[in-house]
């Protein structure tokens, strides 16, 4: 192999509005707290400069638009132009309105994840156009195949909670292409799905499979199958961006709205400027969302981002790891939840120790961030590349993080303190009853690190971290077969993809 990747629940058969709880695998809210960077003053005067700038400057809505006469409607003054002008109030009502939190369900309707500021999940991503070929380990354009591949290794890696559009099908990328994306993740796992697209007519289309897979649109609306991803480019919404905010808000699918903005470039780059910046970005979309349909669950996301002066590209380290921290506190203050998490990519040209000391640190950051998604896991090259092995590295990853955030157990018998004055100074505890009941309780069931690093003393193959990864990815590969769809869905999923070329072809 060339080198280069809840709170769940399962429904009670008997009762469908109950639910047994399961191991709340992704809860990280509790045994300790999030990293802070800013004095809460800061924050909210971060929060005043962004809602003050929608009322004052504006943002971008284009004309023609729906969103234009929601907003004239709501009372917003509306420019020739396009450039709506929000007042403050109607910023803050619509703040208050928008779900804070929304359930995922997997394609069974069984399992959930809880989008919320009180979990993390990971998924990997996001639309790479290139993939690591396996027998060259050189980068080609991705595939269809890539991306089903790739989700069926998602599907098989125990910290990965749902899939996204990881590589693009650069051969097909038009409407019709970009649609077919979505069939290709249903087919290939179980878990939830986040998806994105360009045009609102694949929202439209995708919407349709998705509620044949649920069994209805009220059905889709009760239980979401799938998060939909809208990029609208900073404090600038066009029409597809307005289309898409506009029918998942009304269809009952949760949105994830923001900008990728570049500080320097697309924004200031001063880490305050870009982050309100982004915000009013944020908080633009949300108050469309909440125009729709109040109470809608219509989250502003932006990455925020910064061009790493040297080069002109995407990069400065520093600044972006404190931006993200930034983002995740002020969306706390907001009691909302970050779908913003940097960690899990990498610029490193393909997956080497550069990428495992990115991947690494992006990481471990978010035990401090603690966003509510991270699904950039397993990019390289700026986002450019997509790697198995580095998806498989941070599945890894992602496991520590949630050993960490069980946090400890503090009581009369984890501090043994009858033990230790039994034991005395000179004793040992490897023969006693206590190590044996408690030395497998905060395991860490590392695969390639930890206990399963090759030593000196042991008999493991002395193979290094990319060999021991590269080994565990092929038998992936070879022996995995996700749970298949049902056939009369399938059909039905392949006759409205059918139904919608024969009225786009017209």
Not at 303 to 315: H, K, L, N, S, W
């Amino acid at each position: 192999m060339a080198r280069d990747g809840a709170r769940m629940r399962r429904a009670r058969p008997a009762a469908a509005e109950t639910e047994t709880p399961v191991r709340d695998r992704g809860l990280h809210h509790g045994a300790s707290a999030p990293y802070d960077p800013l004095p809460r003053n800061q924050v909210l005067e971060v929060i005043e400069a962004a809602i003050g700038h929608l009322e004052i400057a504006g943002a971008g809505f284009e004309v023609g638009t729906e969103a234009i006469d929601l907003f004239r409607a709501a009372g917003c003054a509306v420019s020739a132009e396009g450039i709506v002008r929000i007042p403050s109030d109607l910023v803050r009502e619509s703040l208050a309105s928008v779900a804070k939190s929304v359930r995922l369900w997997d394609r069974d309707g069984e399992r959930c994840i809880e989008l919320d500021n009180h979990h993390t999940w990971f998924f990997p991503g996001m639309t790479c156009i290139k993939v690591y070929d396996e027998r060259t380990g050189e980068p080609r354009a991705s595939t269809r195949a890539d991306l089903e591949t790739i989700t069926r290794v998602a599907d098989a890696l125990p910290n990965i909670d749902g899939a996204c559009i990881a590589c693009k099908n650069v051969a097909n990328s038009d409407i019709h292409g970009e649609i077919d994306e979505f069939s290709a993740m249903a087919e290939n796992t179980t878990k939830p799905l986040e998806y994105l697209c360009e045009h609102a007519d694949s929202l439209a289309v995708v919407i349709e499979m998705a509620s044949a897979i649920r069994g209805g649109r009220e059905a889709l609306a009760a239980k979401p199958y799938f998060l939909q991803i809208v990029t609208p480019l900073p404090l600038d919404y066009h029409a597809t961006h307005i289309d898409q905010i506009i029918m998942a808000a009304r269809a009952g699918v949760p949105v994830s709205v923001g900008t990728l903005p570049i500080g320097g470039a697309s924004t200031p780059i001063t880490m305050a400027g870009s982050m309100t910046h982004s915000l009013a970005t944020d908080f633009a979309g949300m108050v469309l969302g909440q125009l729709a349909r109040r109470g809608s669950c219509v989250i502003g996301s932006s990455d925020v981002c910064f061009m790493e002066p040297a080069t002109g590209g995407i990069g400065n380290f520093v600044y972006t790891s404190l931006a993200d921290m930034a983002m995740c506190q002020i969306r706390r203050e907001l009691a909302l939840p970050s779908f913003t998490g940097i960690g899990g990519t990498s610029n490193a040209r393909r997956f080497d120790q550069d990428a495992v000391w990115e991947l690494s640190t992006n990481l471990m950051q978010a035990f401090y961030s603690r966003p509510a998604t991270l699904d950039y896991l397993g990019s390289l090259d700026m986002g450019l590349t997509y790697s198995l092995p580095a998806l498989l590295l941070c599945d890894e990853l992602a496991g520590m993080l949630r050993t960490f955030w069980q946090g400890m157990r503090i009581d009369e018998d984890t501090l043994a303190t009858d033990l230790i004055r039994a034991v005395g100074p000179r004793g040992n505890f490897l023969a006693h009853r206590h190590t044996v009941s408690h030395c497998r309780e905060q395991l860490w069931p590392a695969r390639y690190l930890g206990a399963n690093m090759p030593l000196s003393n042991d008999d493991k193959p002395d193979l290094d971290l990319l060999q021991r990864i590269d080994a565990h990815l092929a038998r992936i590969l070879a022996e995995h077969r996700p749970k298949p769809l049902k056939s009369e869905i399938l059909d039905a999923m392949r006759a409205i993809q059918a139904g919608f070329k024969v009225r786009h072809a017209a």
